[in-house]
């Protein structure tokens, strides 16, 4: 051996795990590097296999039930499209319906979103009117999301254009039941991805201790508090302290990217004025560019509902739209709706399709995503819109999927979520997966 031999062997050492390190989080693979040996560790150059990813988008309100739904006696592979998804035909063998489901507690039928990825019992909590559980997103986000800048990302809209969907800030809710925050523009959106922190790293380091020696301050405070406190000051108390716990959580996950660089900015800064069909446009660029710079593998989406209609030059809103009547005003706004939707998920299936990942692939082939709501139309709550696409969990796609009447839609949301690799045995009042749904 000679006198370079341990150096050499420290440097490929150090190489090989800076290229594991790069290689499940961005999927970069060092080059071969001959001069060092590296031919001897040629499985160290293969880029590593592309993550799963999860993307759930609800629209709120729901469908026009009579042009959007497949005939349910038309099942299997070669049934025939619909009106409201004939945009979605270049896609047929790229998506699934799925008829039949129902959450068993629904009772609200204006929330078309609040338990739409969790199938909560509002009055599951006994003297509350209102409690909700973990979504399905947030089952995936706490095994996908150690890998990541953020977590998970909630897309919402406008707060005054949450017509709808009900209760909460996004479609997601945490393991408490609790409400997660959105980010409501496609500007924002793009900010928090892609806009570079130009606070002097040393400056960003001691807010955070800062903000942790607050934290630490308020926590000693707070235990001082428990004491002689009746059972009812106690629960508040530990939800309190639970919110104390999401807070270092975040401050843990800050300090952890603090010296990792934003990911480059794939495109031109979005126009703050996007409203409706231009919104969900960029919204849905934006989802793509998220997830390939795999800055998150989860995502989720509350897409605007009279933003959209106005976009569209239809009447009514979406209240009224909901309730239409046949051959009406609010019948034809409501398909123009459906029509736009179909579009612009045709879209999103078209960049998934052309994005390719490091090992040549796409990015459909490791995503899986559902869209629609809680809502089927008007009232009624039995068989909400459910279309399933993606690669990423191995379904059975390209068919017109009905189920027994009132399957747990928890069972859909379990099969995907076992699909794309998630340990759970179970979510919500699921009763097992959807066989039928399994490629």
Known sequence: M????????????????????????????????????????????????????????????????????????????????????????????????????????????????????????????????????????????????????????????????????????????????????????PLETYLKLFAKDDIPLAQRRAMLAEERSVLDSVMIEAKDMQRGLTKSDTDKLDEYFQSIRDIETRLSKAEKWIDVAKSETPFEEPDIALVGRSEIEMMYKLMV????????????????????????????????????????????????????????????IDQLKTTKEADGSSLFDHVAMAFG??????????????LISGGGANLKLGQNLVLNEGTPLNNVWLTMLQGVGVDVDRHGDSTGIVKELQA
């Open 2 to 185: 000679n006198d370079t031999q341990p150096a050499r062997t420290n440097m490929i050492t150090n190489l090989q795990r800076r290229h594991f390190l790069r290689g499940t989080g961005a999927l970069i693979a060092l080059p071969t590097l001959e001069s060092i040996g590296f031919r001897r560790f040629a499985s160290a150059a293969v880029p590593a296999a592309p993550p799963k990813r999860m993307i759930f988008m609800g629209m709120g309100y729901g469908v026009t039930s009579e042009t959007w739904f497949p005939d349910i006696k038309d099942k299997g592979a070669g049934y025939k499209l619909p009106e409201g998804l004939k945009p979605l035909a270049r896609h047929k063998n790229d998506f699934t319906i799925v008829q039949g489901c129902k959450h068993q507690y629904s009772r609200q039928a204006h929330w078309g979103s609040t338990y739409w990825l969790t199938g909560a019992n509002q009055y599951g909590t006994p003297g509350q009117s209102f409690s909700n559980t973990v979504s399905a997103d947030q089952v995936a986000a706490a095994q996908f999301g150690k890998h990541t800048r953020y977590t998970s990302i909630q897309l919402g809209t406008d707060a005054n254009d949450r017509n709808g969907h009900g209760p909460g800030n996004s479609l997601a809710w945490d393991q408490r039941g609790k409400p997660l925050s959105a980010w409501n523009s």
């Open 289 to 348: 560019a998220a997830i390939q710079t795999d800055n998150t593998r989860v995502i989720t989406y509350r897409e605007p509902g009279s933003r959209l209609l106005s976009s569209l030059g239809a009447s009514g809103n979406p209240h009224n739209v909901s309730h239409y009547r046949p051959g009406s005003e609010t019948e034809v706004s409501s398909k123009m709706r459906d029509k736009a939707h179909s579009e612009l998920l045709a879209g999103l």
């Open 373 to 386: 709501s809680n809502i089927r139309s008007i009232h009624y709550l039995n068989n909400p819109p459910t």
